[in-house]
């Protein structure tokens, strides 16, 4: 109740409070009705709506509660049977226009009426948003497993609202459902850390190709800025004696990698490190592992000046570090370059993703460079040069 306190809402606070268990049964109806009538302040600021509801519990019993509907706040309080000791764990999320679901709704009606509020939000992807969001409130990974008609029941629904508040926020769902798949893999997902692309699942496949065609299967392979140990992983998963190591210069992304490699069982086979190849001792912490046969990595690349046009669920969301390249999107493909011939044998190769325009420059960086040869530009899944691939002389 803090919060509403600090803006003021003494009535609101009052009234939630009620609604929390303080007053119970038909008396607060009677209680917030007279109390939405005292106040002009919580009517055209705070109080949309007051309503009686009926509810099944988790007791499958039928009782009635007010609710007090806002507009000025996401989040209502959460409501208790003081009798039972049942509690809605799940905070009331609301709609800023009052709405909130009756007792029970099928799954069609959620995902139309959902898909229409992002709609109209302006949120990216609001059906698939919807579908993915719902089906995971439901235990299930895709929404296609749950027929249309099933009914969800309001301790579900209340999940369902308090994700897709989140998703209204911007908040990328595959933090919001905690998970996302690459290739074949899922991928335990948490914020900041990077979510992978499809771009990159590309540059992993490519890689993987390079590994079979080189009989590099019992090599060893660097992932620089690893994040959620997506490419790490597939390629392990791909090579049953391939080993790998995985660095980061953020200690949340290197826990990440390394949960999920513990979830996949690719654990024994993966070292992960935190480590930031700026340092001037970076060499030398990888020592024990060297010389690797290939580098693989997906670095920060976009130019500084990008950065705060990118969509909300990019820039407020992810690590600014996973995005940030720069002045021209490449330091940190600099520092990968030059620390390339202290690290890979000779015949080693430098597999890159990168920014639409980048490549060109990187051939540029290395024409100069003895030890470094630049052999191929690769196009991603929509036909631009996105994928760059040098070797060590």
């Known amino acids: 109740m803090k919060l509403l306190q600090r803006q003021g809402c003494y009535k609101l606070h009052q009234i939630t409070n009620v609604i929390a268990g303080n007053i119970i049964g038909h008396s607060l109806c009677s209680y917030l009705l007279k109390e939405a009538q005292k106040s002009t302040r919580i009517i055209n600021h705070c109080l949309s709506k007051v309503s009686i509801r009926t509810v099944t519990t988790a007791s499958i019993r039928q009782r009635k509660y007010g609710t007090v509907l806002l507009n000025s706040l996401k989040q209502g309080t959460q409501y208790s049977d003081g009798h039972k000791g049942w509690l809605f764990k799940q905070s009331i999320n609301l709609f800023s226009n009052g709405t909130l679901f009756e007792n029970q709704s099928d799954v069609e009606e959620l995902l139309k009426l959902w898909t229409k509020k992002f709609e109209e939000e302006g949120v990216s992807e609001p059906r698939t948003s919807a579908e993915l969001i719902i089906a995971h409130a439901l235990g299930k990974k895709m929404l296609h497993e749950v027929p249309p008609e099933y009914t969800v029941d309001l301790s579900t629904n209340l999940v369902i609202q308090e994700l897709c508040q989140r998703r209204l926020q911007r908040v990328p769902v595959q933090y919001i459902i905690g998970e996302w798949d690459f290739h074949d893999l899922v991928l335990k997902m948490k914020e900041p850390v990077f979510i992978p692309r499809p771009e990159t699942e590309e540059l992993a496949d490519f890689v993987c190709d390079f590994i079979k065609s080189s009989n590099l299967q019992n090599g060893k392979f660097l992932d620089i800025g690893c994040g959620s140990g997506a490419i790490s992983l597939h390629i392990l998963n791909s090579f049953k004696t391939i080993t790998g190591v995985a660095i980061d210069k953020h200690n949340h992304a290197c826990d990440l990698t390394r949960g999920n490699s513990r979830n996949l069982g690719l654990n024994e086979r993966l070292n992960v490190h935190q480590i930031d190849i700026f340092e001037k001792d970076t ?26 046009s990118l969509e909300p669920e990019v820039e407020r969301y992810e690590s600014r570090d996973a995005l940030n390249g720069g002045k021209d999107g490449l330091d940190v493909v600099r520092q990968i370059l030059y620390l390339a011939p202290q690290i890979l044998s000779v015949g080693g190769q430098i597999w890159l993703e990168v920014y639409l325009g980048e490549p060109e420059m990187i051939k540029e960086l290395v024409k100069e460079n003895k030890s470094i040869i630049y052999l191929t530009t690769l196009k991603d899944f929509t036909k631009r040069d996105r994928f760059c691939v040098l070797e060590v002389q």
């Open 283 to 308: 060499v030398e912490k990888l020592q024990e592992y060297l010389p690797f046969d290939v580098v693989i990595s997906n670095p920060p690349y976009i130019p500084t000046s990008d950065i705060d």
